[in-house]
C-alpha cells in the first residue's frame, strides 16, 4: 500500500491515478473523499489528534508500507508586513509538522517494510523568494526535514526522496488568491509532473533520487 497525504485534489489525486494504473493500492489521508478506488482515511492534517487516528489506522494494516508521499501542502499569501500568528501556525502545521508527525508515529513500520519515504516540497523550497514569506519558510523547513531523514537513513534500505515541483496547474493559487492561474500555458501539466514523481519512486530500491527539481521552462 501507498499512503499519500492529500490524495483528492491536485498533483496527489493524478499521482495515485497513475500509481493505481500501474496496480498499487492507495490510501488517501485529507479532509475531502478522494475518487473512487482510493481508499480514504478521514484526516485533517491540522488536527495532531486526528493525524495520530489516522497513523493507528495505518499501524493496523497488514499489508506492508511501500510508500509514504508526504504531498499536502497549503499556499499563503502574506506580505511580511501582514503576517498573523493563525496564519503561521497554519502554514507551519500542515505544511511541516504533519509530515513530520507521520513520519515519527510510523517510523518503526517504516524500517520493518524498508518504506519509501517521499516528501514533497517546491521550488520555494530551492531558491529564497521575497515574497510568500510564511509559505516559503515551510518549503525550507521541509527541506531540512528531507535532508535529515536521508542522513537518518543513511545505510538502509529505506529511500527518502526530496521532490521539488515548480509551477504547475493545480488549484492551490486560485484558492489562496481568489484569481484565475495566470498565463495557464506557461504552467507545467500536474499529469506530468506526476509521471515525473511517480518515474523518481519506480527506479530500483538500489538507487535513490535523493533531489529532483522540476522548474518551469517558460
Known sequence: MIVITGASDGLGAELAKQLMDDGEKIISL???????GIEHIET?????SSINEAIKMILAKEEPLKALVNNAGILSVEELDSLTPEELQRIMQVNVSAAMSLVSGLLDRIKKDETDVVNVVSTNGVYMRPNRMTYSVSKWAMRGFTENLQEQFRGTKVRVIGFYPGGFK???LTRATGHPLPN???WVDVEDMALALKQAMQHPKSMQVSTLVIERKL
Open 44 to 48: 485533517d492534517l491540522e488536527d495532531p
Open 30 to 36: 485529507s479532509r475531502t473523499k478522494p475518487a473512487d
Open 170 to 172: 493545480s488549484n492551490n
Open 184 to 186: 495557464p500555458e506557461k
